[in-house]
């Protein structure tokens, strides 16, 4: 047996010793009289950190906390009927399946999972899912999340993927207790959804919003919701990044935690030790489907604002600019003589769009707002999308190697426009390019006439070359160099020219394909 210095036992025999019994052995073979093993065990448990115990906190929250069951009208079909067919699915062991599984190809054949994004089940009836469009049928489960109370008469938050399908809605307490819900309103830009139930009189208990500035990475999270439809489930975490962009929306700023959260889960609240909301589980990374400790949740700043607009209007007005960004790469700041990597860059304003009546251009890059620093595309984006239709806004934009003042009159984020892309549905021709269009052959490409007489369409590239290495590809098109339109290799060449001149050693080739416009940095003579 390991002793320390002064004859008692070692910490770790101490540790061992975690019964009367244990303690009694381990006296009896060191000669260590017993009141001192006892005065050493209880030191160390002073000296232990106190292991944090979320019970207060549960306790206080979980009358606020919500199973939402989302419900669909479908067509009954009886057992003699012929022309259709019905099924129910519990939603287990459909995971476990094969992909050649009979049962899971006659589902990708009619477009859709036995299993719904909480997985829980869906009923097929003779219309296909649901009961087709306008089913008739009486209302059954279709999906089920969860969600929270955060006014005292009735008014619940949810994820907008959670409802989004459904026709009825029901919310059930922590106590079983089942309340028919109103659908306020829903925003599927940011994933929100309000409820509203009728307590006749009742007051419910209700949650307050966590300021998110005093949210850090590190901090005790506890999530609570409703997984695989079990009722009331609490997990604990910690807050694992702020800021994280999971390609959801042009309005992406998660909170990140690894709290345990799986299906079901989702539109449930992550609380700080306070008590207090710093965010709305949304989504979660897993090849499986259950938790492997990456979970999203929309931050309560961001959901306070989103809730508010949804229960005085039932929907979200946002500022709108009209322009399609991008972020600014290093290399892209480079080329147009930006100091740093910051900004968003506008790769082409749409027609009418305020930023086009403003006088915004194609190759601009947004690096102030209201003379506070744009950091991205996203902090664009959003900082717009929090602002009011009709607001006045001061922009400082790069253009042609230093800034200028602009001033816009934001517009209306119309209900159906889709983040900002620009759409072309031609599809470039791809001619053989005569010889003397082969001059950009440092570049890695080969570029001819395009079809519709602009720019030039890009013919063949060298799969070695830093052009292919930034995602260029043969047939796309290239519609101006440094902001100039091109129509020929001679002109990109004459462009190139000038770059060296002025001493940069890149170039901003603005790129057009069928999917939109955007912009790429290459090298001038390989330069790296």
């Known amino acids: 047996m390991l002793k320390n210095f002064n004859g008692r036992p070692s910490l770790a025999t101490v540790l061992k010793a975690s019964t009367v019994a244990g303690i009694a052995a381990a006296v009896l073979a060191t000669g260590v009289p017993l009141e001192i093993t006892r005065s050493y065990a209880e030191a160390v448990k002073v ?14 929250v979980s009358p606020a906390v919500v199973s939402v069951r989302v419900e669909n009208r479908v067509n ?24 050649d599984h009979p049962l899971k190809r006659f589902f990708k054949q009619f477009g859709q999972d036995p299993n719904d994004q909480q997985g829980h089940s869906r009923r097929f009836g003779q219309n296909g899912p649901n009961g087709g469009p306008g089913g008739k049928g009486r209302l059954r489960p ?10 005292e008469d009735g008014y619940i938050v949810t994820n907008n993927h959670v409802v989004s399908d459904g026709q009825a809605f029901v919310a059930v307490t922590n106590d079983g207790t089942e309340l028919d819900a109103k659908l306020i309103g829903k925003d599927p830009r940011t994933d929100l959804a309000v409820l509203k139930v009728d307590g006749k009189g009742k007051k419910f208990t209700y949650v307050n919003w966590a300021d998110d500035n005093n949210v850090r990475v590190g901090d005790w999270v506890v999530a609570v919701g409703n997984p695989f439809g079990l009722g009331g489930t609490v997990t604990a975490g910690i807050v694992s990044a702020r800021g994280r962009d999971i390609g959801s929306g042009p309005y992406d700023d998660y909170l990140q935690v690894d ?49 508010a607009d ?5 929907q979200v007005s946002r ?9 600014v790469t290093k290399d892209i700041a480079e080329s147009i003589g930006l100091s740093e990597p910051s900004g968003a860059l506008v790769v082409a304003p749409q027609a009418g769009s305020p930023g086009d009546k403003a006088g915004m251009k194609a190759g601009d890059v947004v690096t102030a707002l209201n ?3 744009i950091k991205d595309a996203r902090d664009l984006s959003r900082r717009i999308g929090a602002m009011q239709p009709g607001s006045k806004v001061e922009l400082s934009v790069w253009r042609a190697g230093k800034a200028q003042p602009l001033t816009v009159e934001l517009g209306t984020l119309p209900i159906d426009q889709k983040d900002a892309s620009a759409d072309d549905n031609s599809q470039p021709q791809q001619p053989e390019a005569p010889a003397s ?4 052959a440092d570049l890695g490409l080969t570029v001819g006439p395009s079809d519709d007489g602009k720019g030039l369409a890009i013919t063949d590239i060298d799969p070695n070359s830093d052009a292919a290495d930034k995602g260029i590809k043969e047939g796309e098109k290239i519609t101006s160099v440094n902001n100039q339109e091109v129509s020929s290799a001679d002109d990109i060449v004459k462009v190139l020219n000038q770059a060296k001149k002025d001493g940069r050693t890149r170039a901003l080739f603005q790129i057009q394909s069928n999917e939109g416009s955007r912009f790429v940095a290459l090298p001038i003579n390989g330069q790296g």
Do not use: Y
């Open 47 to 60: 000296q232990a950190p106190a292991v944090p115990s979320f019970a207060n906190v549960v306790d206080a």
């Open 76 to 99: 009954p079909v009886s057992d003699n009927n012929n022309d259709g067919f019905s099924f129910d699915f519990n939603g287990r062991g459909f995971d476990d399946l094969p992909d």
């Open 142 to 151: 279709v999906a089920q999340g969860s969600g929270f109370f955060i006014s």
């Open 259 to 307: 709290a345990a959260v799986n299906r079901g889960n989702s539109g449930g609240p992550t609380f700080n030790l306070s008590g207090e909301v710093v965010g709305i589980n949304t989504a979660i990374f897993s090849p499986s489907g259950g938790s492997v400790g990456i979970a999203f949740a929309i931050p309560a700043s961001t959901a306070r604002d989103v809730v």
């Open 310 to 314: 949804l229960m005085k209007d039932g």
């Open 319 to 327: 500022g709108w600019l009209g322009v399609q960004i991008q972020p």
């Open 371 to 373: 003379g506070e620093t």
């Open 437 to 440: 269009e082969k001059a950009l």
